[in-house]
Every structure is written in C-alpha cells, then in structure tokens.
C-alpha cells in the first residue's frame, strides 16, 4: 500500500524532531558538565543516545517501506538555561509535545487505514508515556531541591546511577 504524500511529509517531520530531541539532550548535557554537573551530564547524554535510536527506528522503517527520506535543518537547541530546574523543565516540555505530535500522527495513520504504519507508531506511543514520566520524575525532584547546592549535588549522583541503569 502506497502512503500518503501528506503522511510521508509527517513521517519526515517526526524523525527531524527525534534529531532535534538528540540535538538538544547533547546541548543540556554540554551545560550541565561545564557547570561540574557530571552526573547530569551523563543522565542527559544517555538520553540523547536514545533520541538517535528512536530516529534510527524511523529511518528504518522508512527505507522498509519505501518510504522516502527528506533531509531537513535541525534548529539549533537553547543552551542559555537559568538553573538545572530550567533544563528539565525544557525537556519535560519538548517530550509533551513530541507525544502530542505522535498521538496526531497516529490519529491520521487510523483514519487512513495505514495499519502498518499504526502498528509500529504503538511502541512511540509508549515510549513518550515512559520518557514524559521519567522528565516529570526529575522536575519534581529539582523543584523540591529548590537550587540547594547539597540537594543538588546528592541528585547529581543520583543522575548518574538513572543513567547506569538505564545501560
Ligand atoms: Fe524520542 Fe523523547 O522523543
């Protein structure tokens, strides 16, 4: 079954944002290690090696499909942040949206009958409802540290074994 120009458009959108995610994490992480924040720069770079590999899995299935790949620009990410809070706040953000962007997806994909394309937007649908919790997880966190320099840096670690045991 041939895809739609419109849905093969979107599918192009949706890897340029997972590039973006990976872009960004990479930008956070820089911010939190020439700050001395290692643990969190180890937390972030973690995440951006996972934004390669969802974009991976689009691109494959892409090339599976037939699909054809268009190269877009990737804006460039802030890196201007007032706090750690701010930095995972922008994450927690960036992740809700991405989830809204995959659920409109996975709307037109339904309501075209691509149930091929559906099937395989299920496992996005799930992993934005873990990354959102893992985001919302640490926004609690910090804010509760509320920039006490021994919280923060007790949480740094605490960043660090997330990031291990995510391996
Ligand atoms: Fe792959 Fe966190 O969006």
Redesign the pocket.
Known sequence: MKMSAELIQNLNEQLNK?LY?QYMYLTIASYFIENGYDGFGAFFLKQSEE?GE?AMRLFEYMMERDIPFTPMSIQAPPKDFASPLACFKTSYEY?QE?TRSYHALFKKVRESGEYDAEEFLLWYIK??RE?EALMRHWVEKLSMADENPAALLFLDKEARKAAEKEE
């Open positions: 997972e995610a934004e969802h992740e991405v992993e934005q990354e």
